[in-house]
């Protein structure tokens, strides 16, 4: 006979709080608006259970995945149940036994649904087949694969259903907006905030301007609501934001348009992110013997994240101590900057003005402290040490991007790119790693991130220097070729990221290689017009690709 208290033999992730009690106080918690929710969804014995026994209660070992799904009942029930099953705040998750391990699948099986059953498919009703801007493309294979790139927007689509938002009586972990907007793809089923500006410049690419509008509106509610753009469309991502590109967004929205109406109506709305950034996320650094203001990126909460809940619970496990370097984001400052655009083409030269001088007081501070003159590139600043972190990582092109530097100095793309060539990162077959540093997390080499190497060709294609124009060109051909021919040679699908030494699917981090891909799609779709008629196809070495199945979610999961 099973011994009742002998601890389950089932394997499990090992990511046990280990006592510590995320209710207590001086922790930093999400999800206030949704209390009900909260210890379901953002921090719980639920969730630590589930996660801890994760080899069964876990649809591909991923956290993200539980926090995703539905309440097939009321939060408080739930919550309710699990209590009286299994206990409270005294339950010790890693000795709990194989009938407990057993009731838990049970639990989660009968009282969460399918994580990908909530959001509607949606057809965009700007969606057309042959998009002028695509009939431009020259080369004949690009032109083809555009037009597939062109019918993923139909897959990507989704549109909220009509579901009770009330914070009192939700069900679900999604952030409601009232307008359809496009998701990454993959895990990622709710709409994100900086993967949107890429998603944006292909749907522009694609003729689609209602589409843009949607999201751009949907992303004015959040600030709104939250003071803010949110990591991303679900209440557990209500501390975290991501870089800020609202502004960008409706940059290129309103090139696009010349909607004067839309622009007069959002303004408002950009300046008041704009002031959470200074409010909430700036910090002050000493440069040339006075305190300049600058911005970090960083969150307002300190418990582990609920969709990587076991990768962060891990991450401390032998940890007493650590120092966090301080990332100081760049492309806050040009949001200023293009806000005194934008305030310009509403006829208001009082805040243009205000703007314009906010970003060149801005750009003269951040030159003297991220620039590091001798490599021709800037570094991030660590604040404890009071010094550059002069390695290589791939935002070292953003000002270059975000056009943060003295733009009469046309050399200064060309003394980035040098660095860029002593440093070995453009050695590599496929395109431009992140960094040089093979730490098996998905932000480190070989991958390659769509959103870099874009900024990084945009930086030098409007860099001034026609020598850095020319480089951008062959850095744009190198970069679609290699994703032609991963998409052609992996499953026909187009990925998150690639291994820049391989040309595969990149890998590495805290979930599988995802499908979809929303900021790769747009990110291409944006250089094949932007190259249409003068882009060809590479010929690349070739690729096999062992990363082209695709698990569907199964209809009842853990399965009895």
Same mark, same amino acid.
């Given at each position: 006979m099973e011994n009742e208290n002998q601890a389950a033999t089932t394997t499990t992730k090992g990511c046990s709080l280990n006592g510590v009690d995320l209710q207590a106080d001086g922790f930093q918690?999400?999800?206030? &608006?949704?209390?009900?929710?909260?210890? @379901?969804?953002?921090?719980?014995?639920?969730?630590?259970?589930?996660?801890?026994?994760?080899?069964?209660?876990?649809?591909?070992?991923?956290?993200?995945?539980?926090?995703?799904r539905p309440l097939k009942k009321e939060a408080k029930k739930i919550v309710e149940e699990f209590t009286s099953t299994f206990g409270g705040n005294e339950l010790d998750v890693s000795k709990m036994n194989e009938q407990q391990v057993d009731q838990l699948a049970k639990f989660v099986r009968e009282n969460f649904g399918r994580a990908n059953g909530v959001l509607i498919a949606y057809t965009p009703e700007d969606w057309v087949e042959n998009p002028p801007k695509l009939e431009r493309i020259k080369d004949a294979e690009f032109k083809k694969w555009a037009k597939q790139l062109n019918e993923l927007w139909k897959e990507l689509s989704r549109k909220m259903p009509d579901l009770n938002c009330n914070p009192g009586q939700q069900n679900h972990s999604l952030i409601c907006v009232p307008q359809p907007f496009v998701v990454p793809g993959g895990r990622f089923r709710e709409f994100y905030y900086w993967d949107a500006?890429? @998603?944006?410049?292909?749907?522009?690419?694609?003729? %689609?301007?209602?589409?843009?509008?949607? %999201?751009?509106?949907?992303?004015?509610?959040?600030?709104?609501?939250?003071?803010?753009?949110?990591?991303?469309?679900?209440?557990?991502?209500?501390?975290?934001?991501?870089?800020?590109?609202?502004?960008?967004?409706?940059?290129?929205?309103?090139?696009?348009?010349?909607?004067?109406?839309? /622009?007069?109506? =959002?303004?408002? =709305? /950009?300046?008041?992110?704009?002031?959470?950034?200074?409010?909430?996320?700036? =910090?002050?650094? &000493?440069?040339?013997?006075?305190?300049?203001?600058?911005?970090?990126?960083?969150?307002?909460?300190?418990?582990?994240?609920?969709?990587?809940?076991?990768?962060?619970v891990q991450l401390v496990t032998n940890i007493s101590n650590t120092q966090r370097k301080a990332d100081i984001w760049k492309n806050v400052a040009s949001t200023a900057e293009m806000m005194g655009e934008l305030f310009s083409k509403i006829g208001d030269k009082e805040k243009s003005a205000v703007y314009k001088d906010k970003f060149e007081k801005f750009?003269?501070?951040?030159?003297?402290?991220?620039?590091?003159?001798?490599?021709?590139?800037?570094?991030?600043?660590?604040?404890?040490?009071?010094?550059?972190?002069?390695?290589y990582y791939g935002s070292v092109t953003v000002p270059l991007f975000t056009r943060c530097y003295d733009?009469?100095?046309?050399?200064?793309? &060309?003394? %980035?790119?040098?660095?860029?060539?002593?440093?070995?990162? /453009?050695?590599?077959?496929?395109?431009?790693?992140?960094?040089?540093?093979?730490?098996?997390?998905?932000?480190?080499?070989?991958? @390659?991130?769509?959103?870099?190497?874009?900024?990084? @060709?945009?930086?030098?294609?409007?860099?001034?220097?026609?020598?850095?124009?020319?480089?951008?060109?062959?850095?744009?051909?190198?970069?679609?070729?290699?994703?032609?021919q991963m998409c052609q040679n992996c499953g026909q699908h187009m990925w998150e990221k690639m291994a820049a030494d391989t040309g595969v699917p990149g890998v590495g981090g805290e979930y599988v290689p995802q499908i979809g891909f929303g900021w790769t799609n747009g990110g291409v779709l944006d250089l094949l017009v932007t190259y249409g008629d003068e882009m060809t196809l590479q010929q690349m070495p070739n690729v096999e690709c062992k990363q082209n199945a695709v698990v569907e979610e199964p209809a009842e999961f853990p399965p009895a």
């Open positions: 918690r999400m999800c206030a &608006e949704w209390p009900d929710l909260a210890p @379901i969804y953002c921090y719980s014995k639920i969730i630590e259970a589930v996660n801890f026994w994760g080899a069964r209660m876990l649809f591909q070992n991923d956290s993200k995945h539980f926090v995703d500006y890429w @998603i944006v410049k292909g749907l522009i690419a694609s003729g %689609m301007t209602t589409m843009v509008k949607n %999201m751009c509106m949907n992303f004015a509610e959040m600030v709104n609501r939250f003071g803010f753009v949110p990591n991303g469309g679900r209440i557990y991502y209500d501390k975290r934001s991501q870089p800020s590109f609202f502004t960008f967004m409706v940059y290129d929205y309103f090139l696009a348009t010349n909607d004067t109406k839309f /622009l007069q109506e =959002v303004l408002p =709305v /950009l300046e008041k992110e704009l002031g959470h950034w200074s409010k909430n996320r700036s =910090v002050e650094v &000493e440069v040339g013997g006075k305190q300049r203001t600058f911005y970090q990126y960083r969150a307002d909460s300190n418990i582990p994240r609920p969709e990587s809940f076991c990768q962060d750009r003269r501070a951040f030159q003297r402290l991220f620039y590091k003159k001798k490599h021709g590139v800037w570094y991030d600043f660590n604040i404890k040490s009071g010094k550059l972190h002069e390695e733009t009469d100095d046309v050399g200064t793309a &060309e003394r %980035m790119y040098n660095r860029l060539e002593k440093v070995g990162v /453009l050695k590599h077959k496929f395109g431009v790693p992140t960094s040089n540093i093979n730490s098996t997390q998905q932000w480190d080499f070989p991958n @390659i991130w769509p959103s870099l190497a874009h900024m990084l @060709i945009e930086s030098l294609r409007q860099s001034g220097n026609k020598k850095m124009e020319e480089k951008a060109k062959e850095l744009a051909r190198q970069w679609l070729s290699a994703n032609h």
